[in-house]
């Protein structure tokens, strides 16, 4: 049985100075239609009721991520533990009534919650891109 460790060597080794050709070969953006293509895979395993198919099909999506992140590395713009920590901290910060403690009284609340933290991620986010235009700017 393979570990998530071993999977993500795989995915360098293939990108690697002896790695596949094709796998070398790949781009964020040439990535694109497979990407579309192994999510549509995941929907048919769902309709099918096919989970054997769904494992597998998973599996492809998570090498399209894992692809990604590998050439994100090589980049040197982020790695797939970015990727992990990023999604972790996301989720830890959208669920207060789970890892914090709010505590809401429907599912009506709950929903209203979570709009209200992805406004303020947004407006976070747009700030913090302000901030680096401006940093940009003011050092030309
Ligand atoms: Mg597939």
Redesign the pocket.
Known sequence: MYTYPQLLEIIKELRGEHGCPWDKAQTHESLISCLR??CE?VVEAIEKKDEENLC??LG?VLLQVLLHAQIAKEEGLFTMEDVVNTLAEKMVRRHPHVFGDEEYGSLEQNKKRWEEIKKAEREAKSNKNRTNIRNTLDKQ
Request: net charge negative.
């Open positions: 293509d192994e895979e597998e099909e492809d």
